[in-house]
């Protein structure tokens, strides 16, 4: 017994490690999270799933600047974990105010495709496990480009592709400066904030985040690696 039981975490950690290796270099198509929606009884997009998978070539700088500048702005400098930013999270909900997240691109990222998004310890725990594991095997350039693939935008539209088709028309490629700030915008919440119709808060975050950008300037991925 004592021998299964030592046995359980190497196969979970054995199997873990193979399974974001594979994820390195194959494209996310789905995640549990994409599941979960679909299957959700009350969500409008039930019967739809939009998502189209591009490399991250293909996607504007400026999405990858917006997000950023918006949600990670040391993306480059950390390794997975902003203790800064969960410094602040936690002073501010101490404080009352509207309850903010203090996670990474790489902590959304990790829960996004690793784990069901539940709201529990257990969950945290798996998604802080597995953003050791990308950090340390995908790199920063292959962290992104997947958090661009996954990431909801609105109901039943993921990934940065479906998402300019769906709202501007055009490819991730040739999305501008102002587009690229209002798909930012909407990411704490695509639930309750709209790409295609924006109110005034969203109108606002997307000129807070157009200041932002100028400020973090362009995220040049060979600079971190050298």
Known sequence: MAKLLWKIPLWFFIITVGWVLVLRFV????????????????HSSKSTLTKKWVPIQKISPKIVTAVVASEDDLFLEHQGFSFKDIEKAYQSNKRGKRLRGGSTISQQTAKNVFT????????????????VL???????????????????????????????????????????????????????????????????????????????????????FDKKSR
């Not at 995908?138 to 993921?158: A, C, D, P, Q, S």
């Open 116 to 131: 069901s998004g539940a709201r529990t310890w257990i969950r945290k725990g798996f998604e802080s496990y597995f953003t």
């Open 134 to 220: 990308i950090e340390l095997l995908w790199g920063k350039e292959r962290i992104m480009e997947v958090y661009l693939n996954v990431v909801e935008f609105g109901n039943g539209v993921y990934g940065v592709e479906a998402a300019s088709q769906n709202y501007f028309h055009k490819s991730a490629q040739k999305v501008n400066t102002f587009e690229a700030a209002l798909m930012a915008a909407v990411l704490p919440n695509p639930g309750r904030y709209s790409i295609k119709n924006p109110g005034p808060y969203m109108r606002k975050r997307q000129a807070q985040i157009v200041q932002l950008m100028w400020n973090v300037g362009n995220v040049d």
């Open 27 to 42: 494209p996310v198509f789905v995640t549990p999270l994409m599941v979960i929606r679909y299957f959700e009884p009350n």
